[in-house]
Nanobody, 125 residues
């Protein structure tokens, strides 16, 4: 079975940096476009960024553009999210997801078929 596993979440001070990663098992990560979503308590799931199968195309939500960077290493079946200049509004559970629309950078949850269990990111002020 295809499984996605996030890691790297934790507590970080406002203005600081944190990197989270997502490893795909059961099938090559290159088969999928990948995305990051986040969800805070009492709020709906929010798109963060998507990346196509080769990593050449990336699409960021306005809320994180210029601060977050997505990358992938298909040889390691891993996708990364580098978070810089974080603020308390970035506090959420971060989920990685895989989409069969591998040539695109999907932003809708409906376009993703595999999801990780999430990793908690907490930004302190």
């Amino acid at each position: 079975q295809v499984q996605l596993l996030e890691s790297g979440g934790g507590l970080v001070q406002a203005g600081g940096s944190l990197s989270v990663s997502c490893t795909v098992s059961g099938h090559p990560a290159s088969s999928y476009a990948m995305g990051w979503f986040r969800q805070a308590p009492g709020k709906e799931r929010e798109f963060v960024v998507g990346i196509n199968w080769r990593g050449g195309n990336k699409y960021y939500a306005d809320s994180v553009k210029g601060r977050f960077t997505i990358s992938r290493d298909n040889a390691e079946n891993t996708v990364y999210l580098q978070m810089n200049s974080v603020n308390p509004e970035d506090t959420a559970t971060y989920y990685c997801a895989a989409s069969l629309r591998r040539y695109n950078t999907p932003s809708s949850p409906a376009d993703y078929v595999y999801w990780g269990q999430g990793t908690q990111v907490t930004v302190s002020s």
